[in-house]
């Protein structure tokens, strides 16, 4: 009976063009994939510096395993932490200049810690309404009030901070949102905390590795830091391995250490991880190049696509959406690229809100300029 229920759930998804389901790739992450033994251009992966399968990473994660073993055996707190994981703390901390920095196994962990450690019942925690899911998570796990504001809606921020009197007030955001490509507005963010005397939680997934000098991220882009923003950064995204970091002042994070529970019961992530990362530390340091690669492929981009029926959301990252609003003509469109060769994926409800399905196309520093226009030629075809 209950199996039956569980189908005519899955039915109904699938008749609305909701279902979810996985390819298997044959191939490592790149612009070039192969799926179900076909070769596919692709422009969906996070892999923005095209880190994921360089050969030094690879080397130094294979030195890595050969040193240190291949799992960690144990949580950070027992016997799980090792002198990689304590070198890329402080590597990271130093990187994007706060005091201290706190490893978790993924972004989606670091933002369920992290939030449930900072606030609980009695403090009220404000985000904004396209923040990804793994914050919108956090807040429901942390069981503080959510106050959720309308994107970018620096307004209605104000007037819900002003009409919050007790309790801790922790701000939430997306730097660099994971389905728009738009930046927050960090400035104006931070202004509010300090008015209000609240704090800044800062995702910068897609931020870290790849704005601002030396890829330092979204603060660095902005040229603005305080000990009120806490920062998290992810590291299977532009830093091309897996994991995830927060960065804030000392106290901030031995609070993580001791209260954030997705930090403390859980294995440790692999040594030979951190090892690699070391070495992604350094190429997104001296990547610039990479960035400016990639900047160049976001205004190619940008250009070709103008004159299509649908809307190119406005973004200068390497996220560019297409807006397509029904969810069966985003598949469709989807499968019509695969069918030349072209891998993007539609985003449906409720990863987006209801009528926004979307061709989420993503650039990496590993596309050439010869990638984009066949991806800007096909997309023309389909337009016709
Ligand atoms: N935050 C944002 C904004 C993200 O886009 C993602 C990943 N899609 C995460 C957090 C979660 O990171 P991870 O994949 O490392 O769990």
Redesign the pocket.
Same mark, same amino acid.
């Given at each position: 009976m209950i199996f039956h229920q569980l189908q005519h759930e899955l039915d109904e998804r699938a008749t609305q063009g909701l279902l979810r389901q996985r390819r298997t790739l044959d191939s490592p992450q790149s612009p070039h994939i192969v799926v179900d033994g076909k070769p596919y251009l692709a422009f969906c992966s *996070?892999d923005y510096l095209g880190l994921a399968s360089h050969p030094q990473l690879i080397a130094a994660l294979q030195q890595g395993a050969q040193a240190w073993g291949v799992g960690a055996g144990a949580a950070h707190l027992v016997s799980g932490h090792f002198e990689p994981h304590r070198q890329l703390e402080m590597q990271l901390a130093a990187f994007v200049g706060k005091p201290a920095a706190l490893l978790f196994s993924? !972004?989606?962990?670091? *933002?369920l810690g992290v939030v449930q450690a900072l606030v609980g019942k009695g403090d009220a925690v404000f985000a904004d309404k396209l *923040?990804?899911s $793994? @914050?919108n998570d956090a807040m429901l796990l942390a069981r503080a009030e959510v106050r959720r504001y309308r994107h970018g809606d620096m307004q209605q921020l104000a007037q819900m901070l002003e009409r919050t009197q007790s309790g801790r007030k922790l701000i939430i955001t &997306?730097a660099?949102? $994971?389905m728009d490509g738009d930046l927050a507005p960090l400035p104006d963010l931070l202004a509010l905390c300090e008015r209000h005397d609240a704090w800044l939680l800062l &995702?910068d997934?897609?931020g870290f590795g790849v704005l601002g000098a030396q890829g330092r991220g979204s603060l660095a882009q902005y040229g603005i830091d305080s000990a009120r923003i806490v920062l998290?950064g992810? @590291? !299977?995204?532009a830093a091309g391995v $897996? !994991?995830?970091f927060i960065a804030a002042e000392q106290v901030v994070i031995d609070t993580l250490v001791n209260h954030a529970r997705s930090y403390v019961y859980t294995t440790a992530t692999p040594p030979a991880l951190s090892a690699a990362l070391l070495q992604s530390l350094q190429l997104i340091e001296q990547g610039d190049a990479l960035r400016e690669h990639l900047q160049g492929l976001v205004a190619q981009l940008r250009k070709g696509l103008g004159g299509l029926p649908w809307l190119l959301m406005p973004s200068d990252t390497a996220i560019q959406p297409l807006l397509i609003g029904d969810n069966q003509r985003a598949l469709g469109l989807s499968e019509g690229l695969r069918d030349r060769g072209i891998w993007v994926a539609a985003i449906r409800p409720p990863t987006v809100p209801q009528g926004t399905a979307r061709l989420r196309i993503t650039l990496s520093a590993a596309h050439t300029a010869d990638d984009v226009e066949r991806l800007i030629g096909a997309l023309h075809e389909l337009a016709c």
């Open positions: *996070n993924t !972004g989606y962990m670091a *933002n *923040n990804h $793994s @914050l &997306d660099v949102f $994971s &995702d997934a897609h998290m992810t @590291l !299977g995204k $897996s !994991g995830a």
